[in-house]
């Protein structure tokens, strides 16, 4: 597998992703004029194709946020955690995609993988940031610390898709809050 050949396979499935169509194996192979068993070997299945899309995707959008986010400490984590969170939820394309396949998007966003990677990393660069600068007190490691609040995120955000009325910001937002609160002890 080239690097070359899997950027291009990677670019045409976002151009279809960006437009909010379905990411089709076999029309994509026509796309790029290559094979099928050539797509499969450059991008792998369409799970993990989708889920590398959807992977660079996410970090457009925590630099995007992490590039906006105001105030410092426990107030520029919310702030980040927050415009992700809005930013995604009102996403065009990952609406269409959510309306047109919700397990699909559920297991690759939901399951440890390349999305939840990103999302994790991202974040604890950011909490590392606020800490290292000695605007934040952390109760546990940054990266453990990312990695509970993308679940909780994770969970408050796709509550649609997993049956509930809409998705959950607030209460999401609160919840990361209560772990970015300085201990009585501290």
């Known amino acids: 597998m080239t690097t070359d050949g899997r950027r291009?396979?990677?670019?045409?499935?976002?151009r279809r992703y960006l437009a909010g169509d379905p990411i089709d194996m076999s029309a994509l192979a026509a796309e790029l004029g290559v094979g099928r068993a050539t797509l499969y070997r450059h991008a792998g299945n369409r799970d993990a194709l989708l889920a590398a899309v959807l992977a660079e995707a996410t970090e457009r959008t925590y630099r995007k946020a992490i590039a906006s986010a105001r105030g410092t400490g426990a107030a520029r984590v919310l702030d980040f955690v927050e415009t992700v969170m809005r930013d995604v939820e009102s996403a065009p394309p990952l609406r269409a995609l959510t309306a047109r396949?919700?397990?699909l998007f559920i297991r690759l966003a939901l399951m440890p993988g390349a999305i939840e990677d990103v999302s994790a990393a991202l974040t604890a660069q950011v909490i590392q940031v606020e800490a290292d600068a000695g605007r934040l007190a952390l109760p546990l490691p940054a990266a453990t610390l990312a990695s509970a609040i993308v679940r909780i995120c994770d969970v408050h955000l796709y509550a649609p898709l997993l049956g509930g009325d809409h998705a959950e910001i607030d209460t999401a937002v609160e919840l990361v809050g209560l772990l970015l609160r300085p201990?009585?002890?501290g």
């Not at 291009?8 to 976002?14: H, L, M, Q």
């Open 101 to 103: 396949e919700p397990m």
């Open 183 to 185: 201990s009585p002890a």
């Open 8 to 14: 291009r396979v990677i670019d045409a499935a976002t």
